[in-house]
């Protein structure tokens, strides 16, 4: 990756801090996904200064997020968004690395809005003990038992806007293990504009739709399930298309 000429990049940005952003949490929320390349993020950065500042923890404008995702013996949240299921959860454990805090989160997408609840906890567990199952069936999850099937490490640069309530993250150095399988993603870049509404007014998508760039809907949870499972013990026929492209960024490495 073009370390330097990315650092530059962001570090032209305004910041902002945590404490600024009580307006921006979006727990609730509609996100619209896109998939980039390494190269596509360094040429639209540039463009995004005017219009939002950067989240800045401790000094950090890049900083490390870890993720454990749980599903049930069947794979059961694979599975609903494979088929597209409107009504759908994700249950992860997500740690801020460089600033050492942990939680455990239940995402639930319903009628294409995105709830996100969560409760703080020590660190990554590597298991779900009852009080975390407990919070995981207040949230609506029906599954009682739940396993850990695979953690996801990654960068992510937050935008948020300046004179608008959206936030707007970029996803990259993405690395997924489990199942005793390392898989390393490291041209794809997923961005994910967060807003109370879906507005295409938002300077984001002005931007990228004059790049050409269109919304893509993809799961880093699902791809990590079929990279380190194997598409012959998962089912992914609907993902085929997605997967074909995700090569292709791949191949691409320079």
Avoid: W
């Avoid at 003990?129 to 407990?134: F, L, P, S």
Wanted: charged share 30%.
């Amino acid at each position: 990756m073009p370390t330097q000429h990315l650092d530059n990049i962001i570090n032209a940005f305004d910041p902002i801090h945590l404490e600024e952003m009580n307006g921006t949490a979006l727990m609730n929320r509609v996100d619209t996904k896109f998939v980039i390349t390494l190269d596509q993020l360094i040429d639209v950065l540039p463009k995004l200064q005017e219009h939002y500042r950067i989240l800045e923890i401790e000094g950090l404008r890049l900083p490390q997020y870890e993720s454990e995702y749980y599903d049930s013996d069947s794979l059961d949240f694979y599975i609903d968004h494979h088929r597209k299921k409107v009504d759908r959860f994700k249950v992860r454990f997500r740690k801020y690395v460089e600033s050492d805090l942990s939680f455990l989160e239940v995402k639930h997408k319903s009628k294409g809005r995105t709830d996100k609840r969560r409760i703080m906890v020590k660190d990554l567990p590597g298991t779900m003990n009852a009080e975390h199952a407990e919070f995981v069936n207040s949230t609506g999850v029906r599954q009682k038992k739940l396993n850990y099937i695979l953690t996801n490490k990654f960068h992510r640069i937050t935008l948020v806007g300046k004179n608008h309530v959206e936030r707007l993250t970029f996803d990259l150095n993405l690395e997924f293990n489990g199942n005793d399988t390392t898989k390393m993603l490291n041209n794809l870049v997923i961005a994910e504009l967060k807003q109370e509404r879906l507005s295409r007014i938002s300077p984001f998508y002005k931007i990228v739709k004059s790049m050409l760039i269109r919304p893509y809907r993809i799961s880093k949870y699902c791809i990590g399930v079929i990279e380190l499972y194997g598409r012959e013990n998962v089912k992914y026929n609907r993902f085929k298309k997605k997967l074909l492209k995700l090569n292709k960024i791949q191949a691409n490495v320079a």
